[in-house]
């Protein structure tokens, strides 16, 4: 089983809708969760860290379920700027080590349509 | 402006050669790592170094050495390509406590295909 899951999509979405995805993680002891963006041919890029109250930066808005193990990015009036792969990424601190590793999910591929 | 630079864009080499990709970092960043990145698996770390002269194995460092002399340089080494390591290979950068805030800085990326 993968340590972090994200259906690969793609989500094909209308200008202007709201979409939503999650990202489902292993390890209960999971500390800290991230959403980053990949554009087409280009590198991942921070987008936002995700509280456990939750937290929102403008249209996006990031929500992280403990008991259920999951995380979830919502997009809210969508624009064509929005098409990217969104990578969701869980911090696990090493069992009986001080060392840390940033889990990669593989990415949900999101496709706004004129 | 963070800036994480990519030696090379697009290299393809041949089964059995030696290939070296470099990475260099303007942010005085302490930390720096090598991911590999295929289609449908998510990123996957190959080395990291915390300090110039430090190297750590990440998930997958077979076939793989790293060489960091400079604090601002990370090199990944391929010994003898394989097929199998075609792949696209980014290079990332954070401050010490970076990992920590999830905030990596990645190169452009360098997508290598062996024949």
């Known amino acids: 089983r993968k340590e972090v899951e994200q259906d690969p999509g793609p989500f094909n979405v209308p200008e202007g809708a709201t979409v939503a995805f999650n990202c489902t993680y292993s390890?209960?002891?999971?500390?800290?969760f991230f959403w980053y963006r990949q554009d087409c041919r280009k590198e991942p890029k921070l987008l936002m860290s995700v509280y456990s109250s939750g937290n929102e930066d403008g249209r996006f808005t990031a929500q992280l379920n403990r008991a259920s193990q999951y995380i979830s990015l919502l997009i809210r009036d969508s624009k064509l700027s929005d098409s990217a792969t969104y990578l969701c990424?869980?911090?696990?601190?090493?069992?009986?080590?001080?060392?840390?590793?940033?889990?990669w999910g593989a990415g949900t591929k999101l496709i706004i349509k004129p | 402006d963070v800036k994480v630079t990519q030696s090379s864009r697009y290299l393809v080499k041949r089964t059995g050669e030696k290939v070296f990709l470099e990475c260099v970092q303007d942010m005085d960043h302490e930390n720096m790592f090598w991911y590999r990145q295929d289609p449908g698996l998510g990123l996957r770390l190959i080395y990291f170094s915390y300090d110039v002269k430090m190297k750590e194995k990440g998930d997958i460092p077979e076939g793989y050495s790293v060489s960091r002399e400079k604090k601002e340089r990370f090199s990944l080494i391929l010994e003898s390509a394989s097929t199998n390591q075609t792949s696209m290979y980014l290079c990332?950068?954070?401050?010490?406590?970076?990992?920590?805030?999830?905030?990596?800085?990645f190169g452009e990326g360098s997508r290598l295909t062996v024949l």
């Open positions: 390890n209960s002891a999971s500390q800290s």
């Open positions: 990332a950068s954070s401050l010490l406590g970076g990992p920590n805030t999830g905030e990596l800085f």
């Open positions: 990424v869980v911090l696990d601190r090493l069992v009986m080590d001080s060392n840390y590793q940033l889990i």
